[in-house]
């Protein structure tokens, strides 16, 4: 199971590495998409829930995006065959896509988020582990459910049509958490304690649906 | 074999539905804040709750189906969601209305059951969307039943989620803390509840009924008439392999 895991992994990481495509295309997005919130806003710069608000629609969109290519390769190259043929456990797929999906998105904050900083931000941040905490829980989340949605959708003909439809309305209760945990970092109202457990229920709840249906995506 | 009993529960439907709304109309008392608008209680609650359970019934369905790989959980969870979504059409609609009456606004973005059951309503419209696309008919029948799933799941977080992002939430008319609805409005309100549920459940044997009865149809046609069928038009609906 870890070499399997491993040995996807790894595969995504070179593909990637290679010929660079999905990571700087969500970070060029994120980029345009603060220029688009500036003009659209009107606002030079931004505080407080609407700061959080913009970062997080962004960092959403985003990961669409990404979500969107994850197995478009695997599909149009054979990797499901290739895949499927191997003695070993299916999770380990949704492992890799999953763990392969969330340094994808940690790279894309690595852009995004100090882009955001200098661009768009207003008032210096505080308590920036707040923001770290809420990007950390988040990713998470994206990852299961973004995995299990870029499976969901690449067999089907509207693949670019399904991906942002499926995945926006899952991914509410995460941003609801995400926006509320990091506001504060930006000058917005304080966050309750609960929202770090929100998120953490989310990311458990469709970790355990995502490794319980993975397999039934597979079967062929 | 769906198409049992149907005339019983028509008429069972009929009786109680309207016995509920007469109750609702004429033994209920008025509220006292919202006047008659307030009525409109005993047509948009039930409906929500009995979208919300015929979407996680579909979500039953759909493990069923994954468990035993038989077309005919395919099918029941298909239709499940189908007639949610036409349900959930009607309680968006209903609240809306009622949002308007009490609060003048046509949608409030304070009222997180309705807000919760916008997204779940927006979700589950992908639901045929994501059917019609996949072109084989096993693939789209698994596929559907993990999206059934997933999204059952979701159901319980969202509104989790979405009710404590509140700061403030509007007065609730079952959880006040002097013990809630009026005794009468509670008998109204049951009669209702229980009207619309086997509303639900008749137009669910209904369109079962339809969709094997159709399925029949086509087989006998094609030991009629050989290969000479024309290929069916391509739909969401699952297909019972002539049972």
């Avoid at chain 1, 054979?78 to 999906?101: I, M, N, Q």
């Avoid at chain 2, 059917?131 to 159901?155: L, P, W």
């Amino acid at each position: 199971m870890t070499r399997a895991v491993n040995a996807v992994l790894r595969r995504d990481l070179r593909i990637e590495t290679r010929t660079p495509q999905v990571v700087p295309g969500m970070a060029l997005f994120a980029v345009s998409a603060f220029v688009v919130f500036h003009f659209a806003l009107q606002q030079r710069s931004v505080e407080g829930n609407l700061a959080a608000g913009v970062l997080w629609v962004t960092l959403l969109l985003a990961a669409v995006l990404g979500i969107a290519r994850q197995f478009v390769a695997d599909r149009e190259e054979g990797g499901f065959e290739g895949f499927l043929l191997a003695p070993v456990d299916r999770t380990a797929l949704l492992v890799a896509k999953a763990a392969s999906l969330f340094l994808f998105l940690v790279a894309l904050e690595i852009v995004a988020v100090p882009a955001f900083l200098v661009m768009l931000l207003g008032p210096s941040p505080v308590e920036f582990w707040r923001l770290l905490l809420a990007l950390l829980l988040a990713d998470l989340g994206i990852a299961f459910v973004g995995t299990l949605v870029g499976a969901l959708a690449v067999q089907s003909r509207a693949r670019d049509l399904l991906v942002p439809l499926l995945a926006l309305p899952l991914l509410i209760p995460l941003l609801i958490g995400a926006v509320k945990l990091s506001a504060p970092v930006f000058g917005g109202p304080a966050a309750a304690a609960r929202w770090p457990w929100v998120l953490a229920l989310y990311d458990l709840v469709f970790g355990l649906v995502a490794y319980a249906v993975f397999d039934f995506l597979l079967e062929d | 074999m769906y198409g049992t009993r149907l005339r019983a529960f028509s008429l069972a439907t009929l009786v109680t539905l309207t016995g509920g709304f007469a109750l609702a109309a004429f033994y209920a008392p008025e509220d006292a804040d919202q006047g008659f608008m307030q009525k409109i209680l005993y047509l948009h609650v039930p409906l929500a709750i009995v979208a919300l359970c015929g979407f996680v019934f579909g979500a039953v369905c759909a493990i069923q189906h994954l468990r035993t790989g038989e077309s005919r959980w395919d099918l029941r969870s298909y239709v499940a969601i189908h007639m949610s979504l036409i349900f959930g059409a009607g309680v968006l609609v209903t609240g809306s209305i009622w949002a308007r009456a009490s609060w003048g606004h046509w949608w409030v973005w304070d009222e997180p059951t309705l807000v919760s059951f916008l997204i779940v309503f927006l979700l589950y419209a992908t639901y045929q969307p994501l059917r019609f696309s996949i072109e084989d008919r096993d693939k789209q029948a698994r596929y559907a039943s993990v999206f059934a799933i997933t999204a059952g799941a979701f159901v319980p977080l969202n509104f989790l989620a979405v009710r404590l992002a509140q700061s403030y939430t509007h007065p609730r008319v079952f959880a006040t803390t002097d013990g809630g609805l009026e005794p009468r409005m509670k008998v109204a309100f049951y009669a209702c509840l229980l009207g619309m549920a086997l509303l639900y459940a008749t137009l669910w044997k209904y369109e079962m009924a339809s969709k094997n009865t159709s399925a029949q149809i086509k087989a006998l046609r094609r030991r009629l008439a050989g290969d000479e069928v024309p290929a069916p038009r391509r739909s969401a609906a699952p297909t019972l392999e002539s049972a």
